[in-house]
């Protein structure tokens, strides 16, 4: 080959090579701007976007990307991870923890975040116009005193320096970094939210976190998060969240057709298997037990129920715990047998509790009433929000196989939680959001001696000791064993009968990748990515 034939040759394989370098930058372009984006299905707007007000699963969701906790807890082996904590240590007491911030952490605003960042999240927490989660701080010193406004801040909580934040507790409490993983302990900033007061995460207000997403756009149909470029973690996979707001069916198979949604949160168990039967592999179903709870609750201060176990065991053997909870959500419950579920406890997943009317009708005998005599109609009460009335009916009718005669009593929700804490209904519909994936948090603040919670009005030293010790308890397999132990003295003394926990149930596109719910529901949106297709559009 001559000089000439070399040089152009030479010159058409440089062609050639960026050429193709060109193409794939095109390429990358162009599945990065596809990439750029994931839409989110939510059955209802959030009220506020602020943690200390989480009410509503979709505000628990909004609020898991927008905002950190110091900590994160792993409810497998009790292991503990920092998230805005760089490290943290308790005394030999267990009563004092120290926490000392990453360095260079922001808001998405650009503003600093400090420990008095903390100090005054946590004391919203503990103010009773803002929020109703004060009851997880209540071991704080100085946060009783601060909820009833006699105190101006929380004593416990003490600013060391910019980074470093002491929590003195009134008692040992080895399970605190569990609690203080809560997405309610989520840190906002001090500046913000003290100028917007009570009005701070509402609507048409500035929202300003450190977490993975920050908020551009709440408008009247969707909300869109975008990529936090100040975020010090693992930067998210993609650049923006939308979550469109709808519980239309129709609307909701329509997006899914024209490709605008990738992920469905708010939906039923029975319309989400229609949707993947019909979307032929395009769709799939993601079901995840979570940490929410149904039980009836007995009030263990007023007759019928009050001094008679036996009559409380007679209602637990007479009912159908998978019955009831295939009847009220389908796939989107999972019976219980116990209190707590395995993912909890780590102990082997029981077949669910059937109704057991011979053993129903002996401990009606054994309670002075058999096959129901001489026992005064019972009144089951219940708050009218969906599903209820159907599952009151239920029981209703199970009851009454062994003789038991049941009113029903529906009110509504502001009506009834007031008059629960009041202690007006004898026999109850009761459920429980956990606040950390611990199971102290079920345990203790449900059934604890004095409890706001304790709506039964359990009073158990035997139980309260164990309490005590579990939280004494440093080494996580042998506070594991004392929770048993307290679900155990539960069980014998039914001041409440488990039926069903939550099934979360998400319908993704085939698209879709990373994702991954905790206990809780909370999706990790930071993992989260679509599968990228690259696109070249040829002119």
């Not at 600013?159 to 009134?170: G, H, S």
């Not at 840190?187 to 929202?207: C, F, H, I, P, W």
């Not at 009454?400 to 004898?426: F, H, S, T």
């Not at 939550?502 to 990790?524: S, Y």
Request: with cysteine; hydrophobic share 35%.
């Amino acid at each position: 080959m001559d000089l000439c034939k070399k040089k152009l040759s030479y010159q058409l394989g440089c062609c050639l090579a960026a050429a193709a370098i060109l193409i794939l930058a095109v390429l990358s372009v162009s599945a990065a701007n596809e990439e750029s984006s994931l839409t989110i299905q939510i059955a209802q707007f959030p009220h506020f976007l602020d943690p200390a007000r989480i009410s509503t699963y979709e505000e628990k969701l909004l609020c898991g990307a927008l905002y950190e906790t110091l900590l994160s807890y792993n409810p497998t082996d009790g292991s503990v991870q920092g998230v805005l904590a760089d490290k943290w240590e308790v005394d030999g007491s267990g009563r004092v923890y120290t926490f000392v911030l990453r360095k260079g952490l922001r808001f998405h605003h650009g503003e600093e975040l400090t420990a008095r960042d903390v100090k005054f999240s946590w004391e919203r927490l503990s103010d009773p116009e803002i929020s109703s989660y004060g009851y997880l701080l209540q071991n704080v010193r100085g946060a009783k005193e601060y909820s009833e406004g006699k105190s101006s801040d929380i004593k416990g909580l003490r600013v060391i320096n910019d980074r470093t934040l002491q929590v003195k507790l009134l008692e040992t409490d080895y399970t605190f970094p569990a609690l203080v993983s809560s997405p309610v302990l989520g840190v906002v900033s001090r500046n913000t939210a003290e100028k917007m007061g009570k009005d701070y995460g509402q609507k048409d207000t500035l929202v300003v976190g450190t977490g993975p997403f920050s908020l551009s756009n709440w408008g009247s149909d969707q909300i869109t998060l975008v990529k936090n470029n100040k975020y010090k973690g693992t930067p998210p996979r993609s650049k923006s969240l939308q979550f469109i707001v709808t519980g239309n069916q129709q609307e909701i198979k329509q997006l899914l057709a024209d490709g605008k949604i990738d992920i469905l949160t708010g939906v039923t168990p029975q319309f989400a298997n229609t949707i993947c039967e019909e979307g032929k592999g395009k769709v799939i179903s993601v079901k995840k037990p979570v940490l929410s709870f149904y039980f009836l609750g007995f009030n263990l201060e007023e007759a019928p129920f009050g001094q008679n176990v036996e009559l409380r065991r007679a209602v637990d053997q007479a009912l159908d715990n998978e019955k009831l909870a295939l009847s009220l959500l389908g796939d989107g419950s999972k019976p219980l047998n116990g209190l707590l579920p395995p993912e909890l406890l780590r102990k082997k997943d029981k077949k669910a509790k059937y109704a057991d009317r011979k053993t129903a009708l002996n401990c009606l005998a054994a309670s002075g009433h058999p096959f129901g005599s001489r026992l005064s109609p019972l009144t089951l009460a219940y708050n009218n929000s969906s599903g209820h009335e159907t599952l009151a009916r239920l029981v209703r009718e199970e009851l009454g196989r062994v003789g038991i005669v049941l009113a029903l009593q529906q009110r509504p929700w502001d009506e009834y939680k007031k008059e629960l804490a009041k202690g007006r209904y004898p026999f109850f519909r009761l459920g429980w959001e956990a606040d950390y994936p611990e199971a102290g948090n079920i345990l203790y603040y449900n059934f604890a001696g004095g409890e706001k919670h304790n709506f039964t009005r359990y009073s158990c030293p035997e139980f309260d000791s164990l309490m005590e010790k579990a939280r004494c308890e440093q080494n996580f397999q042998q506070r594991q064993e004392i929770y048993c132990q307290a679900e155990k003295v539960l069980l014998n003394d039914l001041p409440v009968v488990p039926l069903f926990q939550r099934v979360a149930v998400f319908v993704l596109t085939d698209r879709v990748e990373g994702f991954n719910i905790d206990l809780l529901g909370m999706i990790d949106f930071k993992g989260l990515d679509k599968d990228k297709e690259m696109v070249l559009s040829a002119k």
